[in-house]
């Protein structure tokens, strides 16, 4: 099935990009010319501002070329009817991509108010600005009373709104561009298994006014650890001990750019059968997981935010049990929800549970009489939280910890929910 649901994405990316590609040539979108009008401060420097019903109908937009310190930058849609701007969308996205900065504050996750003391949320003031913008009709017709972009023009304001102003300014000066072929919303997709490398990749993408506008592309591994994140503390070193021209997430964040730019991940071109490509310069990772994974989300469609906070997450029994085992689990959160779940032990020698097991190592079913061996019923374990998304979803039917909740998983599971609510309790890894 997701095979069919990617094919059927391949094959309705392009026919959206022929069209597109026809409507082009038919015309190029350009801004019009605003006519002559006042100054909006009367001096002989000033810029005239533009009069309501001189723009050209369609949809605009822009967005900003970085993110700032605080892991936002902003991006602007603007809609033009019978001249006039009727509609200002301003919105921010993450550099972690995921969820929009709006969405994010609607659901009580940035909470400018309770920690900032702020008047009001971000998005509430956010609201304030784009009214503003359809009553002035004109990015211009603002004064800042800081460097920082701050504005006494507009009641019930406190943040600063120079980003918003100068986005919209920059795309009705670019003219309309229209909507892009995607739904607006945030996308995941991860890999089904952990690759030699013990990494698995995941891509997080953000879509605003039907366009990819922030991509994330990682990985994690069994301890929970996010690979960009991971790489960026110093821990990777892929130039020190690889030679590489550039370490991972350097290399990561322009295939990232490049998927940004060309907007469609089947169109790009792979030299060898490892995912490596020239279409770009500065990556010679192979890229081809970011592309694929980008095509399966796109094809899965937008998530929901969840209820937990993003990051990788991890607890270990704080002993070797009678078993000889020392259980441990990882948790890997996105945009609030359970993406990945690693349940395993370690023993005196090292050796990973899950791992000894598929080695042919533990053998419950020869020895044990049991329905399947550990590592099998563990990921239906894991797949039954992932499903759930909630460790309290679970009943036992004796003091052992056995469940008839879990289909095919005869071992008592009491252990492995303990530990996720303990791995959630300490909260997401720090680097």
Sequence with gaps: ????????????????????????????????????APAVVPAPAATPSVPSGNYKDGIYYAMDEAFGSSGWK????ITVEGGNIVDVDWNGLNVNAGVDKKTYDRAGRYNMVKFGGAQAEWYQQAQKAEAHLIKTQDPRAITYTDESGHTDDIAGVSIHVVEMFELAEKALAAGPVGVGMYEDGAYFAIADEYPSSGWKEYVSLTVI???????????????????????????????????????????????????IEIQNPTLVNYIDDEGHTDDFAGASIHVDALFELALEALAAGPVELGPYADGG????????????????????????????????????????????????KYNMVKFGGAIDEWYVQAQRVENYLLETQDPKKITYKDDNGHTDDISGATIHVNDFYALVEKAFAAGPKKY
């Design 209 to 259: 006014n039907g366009r990819i506008a922030a991509v994330n592309w990682s990985a994690v591994n069994k301890n929970g650890d996010d690979k960009k994140q991971y790489d960026k503390a110093g821990k990777y070193n892929m130039v020190k001990f690889g030679g590489a021209q550039a370490e991972w997430y350097q290399q990561a964040e322009k295939a990232e750019a490049h998927l």
């Design 313 to 360: 997450y991890f607890a270990s029994d704080d002993a070797f049990g009678s078993s000889g085992w020392k259980g441990n689990v990882s948790l890997f959160v996105k945009d609030g929800n359970i993406v990945n779940v690693y349940w395993s032990a370690v023993n005196e020698a090292g050796d990973d549970k899950k791992v000894y097991d598929m080695e042919g």
């Design 1 to 36: 099935m997701r095979r069919l649901r990617i094919a059927l994405l391949v094959l309705a990316l392009a026919v959206t990009v022929f069209a597109m590609v026809g409507c082009a040539k038919e015309a190029e979108p350009t801004a019009q010319a605003p006519s002559a």
């Design 74 to 77: 902003y991006a602007v849609t």
